[in-house]
């Protein structure tokens, strides 16, 4: 096990709604980033936290919102959800500049 | 702009036998590292290897290896003596070296199958 914990493990949202998924880093990590893998594809980098502040975001519209709290524990919030927003997310947490370390991933389904 | 590419979206290989999953990479960095991640159906991303740009030598972590090839831009995986337990999503990934966080770029994945 890495140490990285996220939850929920399952989630079902209706189109519209708002959802917020948790992770908790690895001891002393610094640094949070969060993956969107739709079925069948590769992880898409969503946007990175470092010490609170965001630090580098992909290609997500705004309704991707993010927090990383004083103990790096971390957040993701989606708005509005749309159906494409069904997906595995992952949340991955590192000292800065270091291996990066995955958690098991949020599976989201939006109806 | 950074891209992965994995060709090969399902790999069958025998007990016990060598597998090689491809990997091509294309980036205007000079500086980056390349990563191996083992997802099982599970979903978490296991760490396999690493292979920096500047790394002279091939990197090793037990049955595995990076064949890492910087004038093709390429760094296949090699899994040798294959187990059952080896069946799962192969991810290669690139981060830039600058970056320092976890800004990972990911291919598509290979889907290996270890068959008894």
């Known amino acids: 096990e890495t140490g990285v914990t996220q939850s929920p493990t399952h989630l079902i949202k209706t189109r519209g709604q708002q959802v917020t998924l948790r992770c908790s880093s690895q001891?002393?990590?610094?640094?949070v980033s969060w993956y969107q893998q739709a079925l069948g594809q590769g992880p898409q980098f969503i946007f990175q936290?470092?010490?609170?502040?965001?630090?580098g975001r992909g290609n997500f519209p705004p309704r991707f919102s993010g927090l990383q709290f004083p103990n790096y524990s971390s957040e993701l919030n989606v708005n509005a959800l749309e159906l494409d927003d069904s997906a595995l997310y992952l949340c991955?947490?590192?000292?800065?500049?270091?291996?990066?370390?995955f958690g098991q991933g949020t599976r989201l389904t939006v109806v | 702009a950074q891209k992965i590419t994995q060709t090969q979206p399902g790999m069958f290989v025998q007990e016990k036998e060598a597998v090689t999953l491809d990997c091509t990479y294309d980036?205007?960095?000079?500086?980056?590292?390349l990563f191996w991640y083992k997802q099982p159906s599970s979903g978490e991303m296991i760490f396999l290897i690493y292979?920096?740009?500047?790394?002279?030598q091939n990197a090793t972590e037990g049955r595995y290896s990076l064949n890492f090839q910087k004038a093709r831009k390429s760094a296949n995986l090699v899994i040798s003596a294959s187990q059952l337990g080896d069946s799962a999503m192969y991810f290669c990934?690139?981060?830039?070296?600058?970056?320092?966080?976890?800004?990972?770029?990911f291919g598509t994945g290979t889907s290996l199958t270890v068959i008894p």
């Open positions: 001891s002393g990590h610094n640094t």
């Open positions: 980036t205007s960095d000079q500086s980056y590292g």
């Open positions: 936290y470092y010490r609170e502040e965001e630090n």
């Open positions: 991955a947490s590192s000292l800065r500049g270091l291996e990066a370390f």
């Open positions: 292979q920096g740009s500047y790394d002279e």
């Open positions: 990934a690139m981060r830039a070296a600058l970056n320092t966080g976890n800004q990972f770029y």
